[in-house]
């Protein structure tokens, strides 16, 4: 079991960037694919980028694809999210997310470990 812890979120203006972090427990985390999902007010929550366990795959959402950034660092059991170029409509509460062990970082609906999330909002 893997335990996650957020932070790194905040208020930027539109056109901005900012970088969300989240630190997992355990010893193990370079055996777990790591994903950001996010959700806005009244919305579903959906997802946004995943990232294998070696951080040598990605995967991104169509809609922060050239804006978004997901990268890992295992040493650090930390995975992180930069966001640049931010729009309105990013502004939601960004999620950290992890699979079983060894799962397959694009299964997405096998995430199953979730952190509390962190705020991102942008202004227009």
């Known amino acids: 079991q893997v335990q996650l812890v957020e932070s790194g979120g905040g208020l930027v203006q539109a056109g901005g960037s900012l970088r969300v972090s989240c630190v997992a427990s355990?010893?193990?985390?370079?055996?777990?694919?790591m994903g950001w999902f996010r959700q806005a007010p009244g919305k579903e929550r959906e997802f946004v980028a995943t990232?294998?366990?070696?951080?040598?795959?990605?995967y991104y959402a169509d809609s922060v694809k050239g804006r978004f950034t997901i990268s890992r660092d295992n040493a650090k059991n930390t995975v992180y999210l930069q966001m640049k170029r931010l729009k309105p409509e990013d502004t939601a509460v960004y999620y950290c997310?992890?699979?079983?062990?060894?799962?397959?970082?694009?299964?997405?609906?096998?995430?199953?470990?979730w952190g509390q999330g962190t705020q991102v909002t942008v202004s227009s």
């Open positions: 997310a992890a699979p079983e062990p060894y799962v397959s970082f694009l299964r997405l609906s096998d995430y199953n470990y």
């Open positions: 355990g010893r193990t985390f370079s055996s777990y694919a």
């Open positions: 990232i294998s366990g070696s951080g040598g795959s990605t």
